[in-house]
């Protein structure tokens, strides 16, 4: 077992910054596949970041893409989602994920590869 567990949403104003965290504690492994998602009540979880075991191959979606950066630290078993320039359109539940057995691929934009799941921290972006 897996666990994710967020931090760093909160409220911000448009054209501001947050950080969230995800810290990962069970049967962790740099190995493992490490994306972050988001919903908004009624649509679908909607793929923002993924990243591969060593940090140096990065997936962006467009709408985000120029604006955030993932980032993982693997001895602190941790990843990172700095999101600059927000807009009110990105507010959301973002979700962090673990792929533990996947080969990262453009296949890891897609939410049934992940295996594990954090409860999600709210981000709220006000105009």
């Known amino acids: 077992q897996v666990q994710l567990v967020e931090s760093g949403g909160g409220l911000v104003q448009a054209g501001g910054s947050l950080r969230l965290s995800c810290a990962a504690s069970?049967?962790?492994?740099?190995?493992?596949?490490m994306g972050w998602f988001r919903q908004v009540p009624g649509k679908e979880r909607e793929f923002v970041a993924t990243i591969n075991w060593s940090g140096d191959t990065t997936y962006y979606a467009d709408s985000v893409k120029g604006r955030f950066t993932i980032s993982r630290d693997n001895a602190k078993n941790t990843v990172y989602l700095q999101m600059n320039g927000l807009k009110p359109e990105d507010t959301a539940v973002y979700y962090c994920?673990?792929?533990?057995?996947?080969?990262?691929?453009?296949?890891?934009?897609?939410?049934?590869?992940?295996?594990?799941w954090g409860q999600g921290t709210q981000v709220t972006v006000s105009s």
């Open positions: 069970g049967r962790t492994s740099s190995s493992y596949i």
């Open positions: 994920a673990a792929d533990t057995g996947g080969v990262f691929s453009r296949s890891s934009l897609q939410s049934h590869e992940y295996d594990y």
